[in-house]
């Protein structure tokens, strides 16, 4: 998807996106991936990152993965049915990279798989249904 396009559907997201803080750097059928830079907004008491946030990024990720269309404008949208997290390594800042792929499609139900990296490391993946 050319830069004008993943910006003019980036405009279409919910507000949700901008508390994130994340981009849509790639959007092709199937698969989608997100970015976002780490701020003091995303950390816990701890220090890392809250797996609220990165949980919110994996479903972003993924129900992206499984809504491309290539009419501009000809928004898709879907809901979360489920979605099973593993939490892998703790980041505290950086980059993260997020990365979602469609693994199935039904009639009315998809499924995906994401995952979420910051530099070499895995920080978290999961697996998702979407209707």
């Known amino acids: 998807m050319s830069e004008i396009n993943l910006k003019l559907e980036a405009d279409n997201m919910s507000g949700f996106r901008e508390v994130l803080g994340f981009d ?3 959007w092709a059928p199937d698969f989608a991936v997100i970015s976002a830079q780490v701020s003091k907004k995303h ?5 890392f990152v809250h797996g609220g946030v ?4 994996l479903d972003s990720v993924a ?3 499984g809504t491309y269309c ?5 928004l898709r ?6 979605l099973n997290t593993q939490f892998m390594s703790p980041v505290k800042d950086g980059v993260l990279r997020v990365e979602g792929r469609l693994v199935n499609r039904g009639r009315k139900i998809f499924f995906v ?4 990296s910051a530099g070499e ?6 697996q998702g249904a979407f209707r």
């Open 54 to 57: 990165l949980v919110s990024l």
């Open 63 to 65: 129900g992206l993965s």
């Open 121 to 126: 490391s895995v920080v978290a993946t999961a």
């Open 70 to 74: 290539k009419v501009p404008g000809n």
């Open 43 to 47: 950390l816990n008491r701890n220090g």
């Open 113 to 116: 798989e994401a995952r979420i």
């Open 24 to 26: 849509v750097v790639e």
């Open 77 to 82: 949208r879907c809901i979360t049915i489920s």
